[in-house]
């Protein structure tokens, strides 16, 4: 971020004012998205050889014009009135191949990965209580940001390999490419929420930040059922589009 600020010492115009326009020139053009989280006061201060009251004052002042808000020990996010994240629902697609249409580079943090039965996500597949599945719950991130939270379960008797996958990748290439049961349609719900305590961790929010709850089921050809995810996103950088036709 500092590479991008050039403040000078021979003008009259004070720093804080100086590193405001700089940030603010970034964020309407598009230099530093919606969604980025800038960097913590102290941290951008040692950066720009600058006082820490010099970051907090710029800060301040664009908070108070809502292109900011408060991110936390980590800093602060740029709001959504800069480009958002306009994702398209013309066709079932994965977080990865989603993030790389955005021309985002996709990741992900896998926080749980195990096998489990559950009688509730039983009934939702339509299978015995005993069955068996795999529970994934990861962090999807765009360029490092974190944009999502899912927990997903998937049916572990049409797609045993899929527990050995390395699942930091796209869970849909390894469906189609090591299990063999490509997923082609799915039935999928979005719905307005706000996060959780432990979401407001992941996602930075220090304040009541509404976010898209989206809910799907995933099907092969055959109609049979492989993945139920409850996914999470971030509402004030991500939209979704939809093309609708008569």
Known sequence: MSSLLRLRGDTAQPLYQQLEEQLLDLIETGSVPAGTTLPAERQLAESLGVSRATVQRAYQMLRHRKLISSHGRLGFIVQGDGPRLHSGMDRLKGFTEEMRELGRNPSADVLEQRVVSDRSIASIFGLPSTAQFLKLVRVRRGDGIPMSRETAWYD???????????????????????????????????????????????????????????????????????????????????????????
């Open 156 to 246: 572990l008797a049409a797609a045993p390999a899929l527990a050995e996958c390395d699942l930091s990748q796209s869970v849909y290439a390894c469906l189609s490419e090591r299990c063999g049961v490509p997923l082609t349609h799915c039935d999928q719900t979005i719905e307005a929420t706000l996060p959780l305590p432990q979401e407001y961790a992941v996602f930075g929010f220090s304040e009541p930040t509404a976010c898209l709850l989206i809910k799907r089921r995933s099907y092969t050809a055959a109609e049979r059922m492989i993945e139920y995810v409850e996914g999470l996103f971030r509402g004030d950088v991500y939209t979704y589009r939809l093309k609708l036709t008569v």
